[in-house]
């Protein structure tokens, strides 16, 4: 995982994993309008899944 892509992950979390999918990028966009930090955390998570 990148410099740029942790930016990303903090700074607007659904625009760091727009290219793990659809299910993904609404997962973090929920987490993210619940609560920046749910959101911050499941965009690290998905970007470190070595299986994706």
């Known amino acids: 995982m990148g410099c740029l892509r942790v930016i990303f992950c903090i700074i607007f979390p659904p625009l760091a ?15 993210t309008c619940l609560g920046w930090i749910p959101g911050v955390i499941a965009a690290l998570i998905i970007n470190n899944n070595p299986n994706s």
């Open 17 to 31: 994993v727009i290219d793990k999918g659809c299910g993904s990028i609404i997962i973090v966009f929920i987490l």
